[in-house]
């Protein structure tokens, strides 16, 4: 079909105003959709892009609930040897240089079953800013800071045992001064606390001092006066070993014994 020169063209077939209409020179054209936004991200880009929620998983993990720990009651006894797979709390008492945590962690670790080891000096130095280190003076901040550190470590005990972990906790707790000491612990774990001495002689503890470092090494004259003090667990009723001449081993399974005998016939204390 032929036209006349200089006669409009006629409009392309096809539906008005759809996606192919012709635009002629000039003439802007009927208005498209906006364009889309670009997405930010989130963090310092602005608030992160708002997605349709998918199909929930097969295995969601999510907050578990932990029992609260409690006032820790007497062990049941066990059934064989030693502890054998008893769920207790256990209070090792000894002076500077005596072998208390050595011998817990691996008391600890050789158990058949879960057992947590709570170091008291270890929970004290949690502090970095303001540390209130005894060695400088025993004043109401280094006391403050014992106190927290035994009631954190009777927090900790109570909820391991409350989730079936056994714990085995160490300080150095003077007969002369029960009421921040083990009346402090009593309080803080529950009546179920079995407290050990670990106090070999004085010669022994000066040695293992001597091979401490940083502010776990004291003094000669210290160390003496400690070990001195802690002879009056002597006659207190509680289990005391004297490691003097036993390995870490050794000490291990000693302790592992007198803590069957003290399920059994509980100490007085």
């Not at 020179?25 to 892009?49: D, I, L, N, R, V």
């Not at 006894?77 to 002076?95: D, H, K, M, S, Y």
Request: hydrophobic share 35%.
């Amino acid at each position: 079909m032929q036209h006349a020169v200089g006669a409009p063209l006629p409009p392309p077939q096809g539906p008005a105003n759809g996606p192919h209409q012709a635009r002629h020179p000039g003439h802007p054209g009927p208005p498209g959709p906006p364009p889309a936004a670009a997405p930010t991200g989130g963090g310092w880009g602005g608030p992160a892009p708002q997605h349709a929620p998918g199909p929930p998983a097969r295995e969601v993990t999510g907050h578990v609930p932990l029992p609260p720990g409690g006032p820790v009651p007497l062990p049941a006894p066990p059934a064989g040897a030693g502890t054998g797979t008893a769920t207790l709390a256990v209070l090792l008492i000894g002076p500077a240089g005596a072998g208390k945590t050595t011998v817990a962690r691996l008391w600890a670790g050789r158990r058949r079953v879960p057992t947590a080891h709570v170091s008291l000096d270890d929970v004290r130095e949690w502090v970095c800013s303001g540390f209130a280190d005894p060695q400088s003076g025993w004043n109401e901040h280094s006391e403050a800071q014992y106190r927290l550190a035994r009631r954190t470590c009777g927090f900790a005990a109570r909820n391991f045992l409350a989730n079936g972990i056994s714990c085995i906790l160490d300080d150095a707790v003077f007969p002369d001064r029960p009421v921040v000491g083990l009346g402090g612990w009593k309080r803080h774990v529950g009546p179920g606390l079995l407290p050990v001495v670990l106090l070999p002689g004085l010669e022994v503890v000066l040695e293992r001092n001597a091979a401490r470092s940083g502010n776990r090494r004291l003094s000669d004259e210290e160390v003496a006066r400690i070990h001195g003090r802690m002879a009056g667990w002597y006659g207190s009723g509680l289990p005391i070993i004297d490691n003097s001449t036993y390995d870490v081993e050794t000490t291990a399974r000693v302790l592992d014994d007198v803590l069957a005998r003290s399920i059994t016939s509980p100490p007085s204390w």
